[in-house]
């Protein structure tokens, strides 16, 4: 009877094991691909895998989202003030915001977003949706950028998305290094270890 219990319980934490293997892997290999083309929040195109000078903090958001986006935001702009004392925010850093709404987030939403946050449009963090003109086509490519971290959402039809609720850090070249909780669990000071580890 031992025996069967072991083998079970054996069993179980190589299941275990594999699936933990499993996303550390995943998470590992995770890259954006290269020439999916957005519009920035001044109505610029940004493409991805162009500039290769700068890890990047990659949040994804909606500006009518109620709690967690508008507090991952309000975080970020913390570890932002941060990053500049350290003078490697825009030098070696970026931020990029990309909203899962491009229907109702237009660049002109986005810049209010920004302002309502107090945020300086110096080119060092990014706001980005889709071209008004071809929505349907923008919002697979947000879709495949997310798609490439496994960050989920959809609208349950009444335009309050559900979403998952992590951020990412990127290498220069777009590539996964470490991911982050939203809202409240996103804790500034481990974001900023984990950032400055890297420069």
């Given at each position: 009877m031992k025996k069967i219990y072991l083998i079970s319980s054996l069993i179980v934490l190589i299941g275990i094991a594999s699936g933990i293997s499993?996303?550390?892997?995943?998470?590992?290999?995770?890259?954006?691909?290269?020439?999916i083309t957005l519009l920035t929040m001044d109505e610029e195109k940004y493409t991805f895998g162009e500039d290769t000078d700068t890890i990047k903090l990659v949040e994804f958001i909606y500006t009518h989202c109620p709690d967690i986006c508008p507090t991952t935001t309000q975080e970020m702009n913390l570890l932002r003030k941060d990053l500049i004392k350290k003078d490697v925010y825009g030098k070696k850093v970026q931020f990029i915001t990309i909203t899962i709404?491009?229907?109702?987030?237009?660049?002109?939403?986005?810049?209010?977003y920004m302002d309502n946050f107090g945020l300086e449009n110096d080119g060092n963090w990014i706001f980005l949706t889709g071209d008004p003109a071809n929505t349907l086509e923008e919002q697979q490519k947000i879709k495949n950028v997310a798609d490439t971290f496994k960050f989920q959402y959809r609208d349950p039809g009444n335009g309050f998305y559900v979403h998952s609720t992590f951020t990412?850090?990127?290498?220069?070249?777009?590539?996964?290094?470490?991911?982050?909780?939203?809202?409240?669990d996103f804790k500034k000071d481990e974001v900023f270890e984990a950032i400055m580890d890297e420069l």
């Open positions: 499993y996303f550390l892997v995943r998470d590992a290999n995770a890259q954006i691909p290269e020439g709404d491009p229907y109702r987030d237009s660049p002109e939403v986005l810049r209010k990412y850090l990127i290498d220069e070249n777009n590539k996964f290094i470490k991911k982050f909780p939203m809202g409240e």
